[in-house]
T-cell receptor
Framework: GESVGLHLPTLSVQEGDNSIINCAYS??????FIWYKQESGKGPQFIID?????DKRQGQRVTVLLNKTVKHLSLQIAATQPGDSAVYFC??????????????FGKGTKLSVIP | NAGVMQNPRHLVRRRGQEARLRCSPMKGHSHVYWYRQLPEEGLKFMVYLQKENIIDESGMPKERFSAEFPKEGPSILRIQQVVRGDSAAYFC????????????????FGSGTRLTVV
């Protein structure tokens, strides 16, 4: 089964409000976690990542929080804009056991911004 | 910098035909990764290649699927005798260094090839 998953499949947010997208993971051996944004017809686009030894990291308008106790990851988007509408995936980087590291993706949350 | 280039963008094949998907990594990147994405799903790892070497194919189906990354030219993902269940978006990513500990954000994805099997 999936080791990385999302709590909510869809999220609708008013333009200007803050968005919070959640993710649960089960593999405590992952060394870091990444959030990707995927717009329709495009490939995943890197947003922000966080190492497993951190609990918070901030970027431009985005913040990622990591709670290792409950194996929970969240992405916060401040002042959500129409251009933020997309599907958001969390992914974990972990040893595949086959000589390399792999990214394992969750199923994604579709964020819709209401103008 | 053209980024990761995948072609074709859309590919339609009849059941039993072969599908060839091509990926040219970013300039300076020698590590290529293929992922498959079913509708409403996340990406699933398939294979990791370096020039002329398959490093990790733990996500590849055992039959009908193969991948290569020759010394010259793009990486190719080949699907023989396609079936309807192969219909998906196939993404390629590249990186300048091996994917491993501490590599953050160095993984660039292409726009994908949408394969439809009819």
């Amino acid at each position: 089964g999936e080791s990385v998953g999302l709590h909510l499949p869809t999220l609708s947010v008013q333009e200007g409000d803050n968005s919070i997208i959640n993710c649960a993971y089960s593999n405590s051996a992952s060394d870091y976690f990444i959030w990707y944004k995927q717009e329709s017809g495009k490939g995943p686009q890197f947003i922000i990542d966080i190492r497993s030894n951190m609990d918070k990291r901030q970027g431009q308008r985005v913040t990622v929080l990591l709670n290792k106790t409950v194996k929970h990851l969240s992405l916060q988007i401040a002042a959500t804009q129409p251009g933020d509408s997309a599907v958001y995936f969390c992914a974990e980087n972990r040893d595949s056991g086959a000589g390399s590291y792999q990214l394992t993706f969750g199923k994604g949350t579709k964020l819709s911004v209401i103008p | 910098n053209a980024g990761v280039m995948q072609n074709p963008r859309h590919l339609v094949r009849r059941r039993g035909q072969e599908a060839r998907l091509r990926c040219s990594p970013m300039k300076g990147h020698s590590h290529v990764y293929w992922y498959r994405q079913l509708p409403e799903e996340g990406l699933k790892f398939m294979v990791y290649l370096q020039k002329e070497n398959i490093i990790d194919e733990s996500g590849m189906p055992k039959e009908r699927f193969s991948a290569e990354f020759p010394k010259e030219g793009p990486s190719i993902l080949r699907i023989q005798q396609v079936v309807r269940g192969d219909s998906a978006a196939y993404f390629c990513a590249s990186s300048p260094r091996p994917r491993g500990q501490g590599l953050a954000g160095g993984y660039t994805f292409g726009s994908g090839t949408r394969l439809t099997v009819v």
